[in-house]
T-cell receptor, first 115, second 111 residues
Framework: AQTVTQSQPEMSVQEAETVTLSCTYDTSESDYYLFWYKQPPSRQMILVIR??????QNATENRFSVNFQKAAKSFSLKISDSQLGDAAMYFC????????????FGSGTKLNVKP | NAGVTQTPKFRVLKTGQSMTLLCAQD?????MYWYRQDPGMGLRLIHY???????AKGEVPDGYNVSRLKKQNFLLGLESAAPSQTSVYFCASMEARYGYTFGSGTRLTVV
C-alpha cells in the first residue's frame, strides 16, 4: 500500500526567509499525482501545488515550488519569501493516476512564521 | 461559486445519538469523499462515491453510512455515535485530473 511520510511535525521560519518542507512516499506505481495542501487555523484545506509524476519539470506556483525526485520518491515544498499568512499545517498527498480513490495523506507539518 | 459546502460546521452529540452531515458541491464533480481528521493522523477516508447512486467503503467505514441520491449531495450518517467518532470531518469532491476541493469541515464532539 502507498504511504506518505512527513518527517517534520513542526517547523519555524523567519518572515521573508525560505523554508523547505519534506515529504517522501512509497509506491510501486509509475504514474501518479502529488499534492501539497495548506490548512490554516480556519480549517479549510487549500490546494497549494500539484505535480504529475510523468512530468520531469518541477511545479511552481508563485512563491511555492517543489523539488520532485521520482527515483528517490521525494516531494519537498519550498516556500520563498515566507509571509505571516503562510503559517498553517501543510499536508503532502499522493493520488494514483489509475484509481482516483487511492488518495493518501501524510500526517502534516505545522509551519510557524516568525515576524 | 460556492464550491463544496458542509453543514453543520459544529455539533455536539451524546453517545448513542444519530446525525447526518450534509455535503453539497456545485461543480458537477462525479467523485465525492468523506474524510475524518484526527490529530497526528492526517486524513483518513471513510466512504466515497464515484457517481450518483454509488457509494463505497474507504479505510475507516465502520460506524458510518453514506448516500448519494443526487449528484451534488453526499450525506454521511452516524447511526449511533460513539466517543471514538469525535473528529473533524471533511467532505471533498474531485475532477479527474486534479486534486480535491474540500469543504470547510465539521467539528463533531461525542460526549
Amino acid at each position: 500500500a502507498q504511504t506518505v511520510t512527513q518527517s517534520q511535525p513542526e517547523m519555524s521560519v523567519q518572515e521573508a526567509e525560505t523554508v523547505t518542507l519534506s515529504c517522501t512516499y512509497d509506491t510501486s506505481e509509475s504514474d501518479y499525482y502529488l499534492f501539497w495542501y495548506k490548512q490554516p487555523p480556519s480549517r479549510q484545506m487549500i490546494l497549494v501545488i500539484r505535480q504529475e509524476a510523468y512530468k520531469q519539470q518541477n511545479a511552481t506556483e508563485n512563491r511555492f515550488s517543489v523539488n520532485f525526485q521520482k527515483a528517490a520518491k521525494s516531494f519537498s515544498l519550498k516556500i520563498s519569501d515566507s509571509q505571516l499568512g503562510d503559517a498553517a499545517m501543510y499536508f503532502c498527498a499522493y493520488r494514483s493516476a489509475d484509481n482516483f480513490n487511492k488518495f493518501y495523506f501524510g500526517s502534516g507539518t505545522k509551519l510557524n512564521v516568525k515576524p | 461559486n460556492a464550491g463544496v459546502t458542509q453543514t453543520p460546521k459544529f455539533r455536539v452529540l451524546k453517545t448513542g445519538q444519530s446525525m447526518t452531515l450534509l455535503c453539497a458541491q456545485d461543480m458537477n464533480h462525479e467523485y465525492m469523499y468523506w474524510y475524518r481528521q484526527d490529530p497526528g493522523m492526517g486524513l483518513r477516508l471513510i466512504h466515497y462515491s464515484v457517481g450518483e447512486g454509488t457509494t463505497a467503503k474507504g479505510e475507516v467505514p465502520d460506524g458510518y453510512n453514506v448516500s448519494r441520491l443526487k449528484k451534488q449531495n453526499f450525506l454521511l450518517g452516524l447511526e449511533s455515535a460513539a466517543p471514538s467518532q469525535t473528529s473533524v470531518y471533511f467532505c471533498a469532491s474531485m475532477e479527474a485530473r486534479y486534486g480535491y476541493t474540500f469543504g470547510s469541515g465539521t467539528r463533531l464532539t461525542v460526549v
